[in-house]
């Protein structure tokens, strides 16, 4: 993987992510959605992400020394790691404790369209920022498939950005159907289901992102190939 590939993945879903975050608190202190307050903490949790991304990979081309003889190259895969914790501690925990806060506690939204409007904003942005990386990606996923990719790929950055990207996006819809659930019946139990959901989502996400960065962390080869059949002798 180029540098300058993976770099740029990452500075565009950092830039979408914190643009968005402002747009969803910015709903949040209006309209009272906890789904708004939940995505919000998930998109600064992703432009974190981002930045340990960036720092793992600066710190990576750092030429050897007599402390590290072998280079530094694995560091990028221990920032890695700390972005699937940060992504589970502060948006999955985060999300499930606040949806059902919620749901205990249900309120209709005020302002109601503010969230409808800056949701859609950010899926538009999201889908440009998940544009990019699958843009930035394809020169080395090859003839793989998209799961084999992440599953495969010995650079996390780029599979990293994917998987947050696509679940950044998963979670505005799910954050669009609850609020606008909410708005059409009055009830802010829907507002709280979807926050749940997306709390849910984010866990799933980290820990697969976890455990695809630990098997690079911990010295994993590449797949094995199939071994090619032996001819039939005559």
Known sequence: MSASGGNKAIIAAFLANMGIAITKFIAWGFSGSSSMLAEGVHSVADSGNQLLLLLGGKRAKKVADKDHPFGYGRVRYVYAFIVAVVLFSVGGVFSVYEGVSKIQDPHALEVW??????????????????????????????????????????????????????????????????????????????????????????????????????????????????????????
């Open 113 to 234: 369209w503010l969230p409808i409007l800056i949701l859609t904003i950010a899926i538009v942005l999201e889908s440009f920022s998940l544009r990019t990386a699958i843009h930035e990606s394809r020169p080395h996923k090859g003839s793989l498939s998209w799961f084999q990719f992440i599953r495969r790929s010995k650079a996390p950055e780029l599979p990293v950005v994917l998987m947050e990207d696509v679940a950044a996006l998963l979670g505005l819809v799910i954050a669009f159907i609850g609020v606008g659930l909410t708005v059409l019946t009055g009830n802010g139990l829907f507002d709280g289901i979807s926050t749940v959901a997306i709390g849910v989502l984010l866990i799933v996400v980290a820990f697969v992102v976890g455990m695809e960065v630990k098997s690079l962390l911990v010295g994993e080869g590449p797949a094995k190939k199939t071994p090619p059949r032996s001819r039939r002798q005559s």
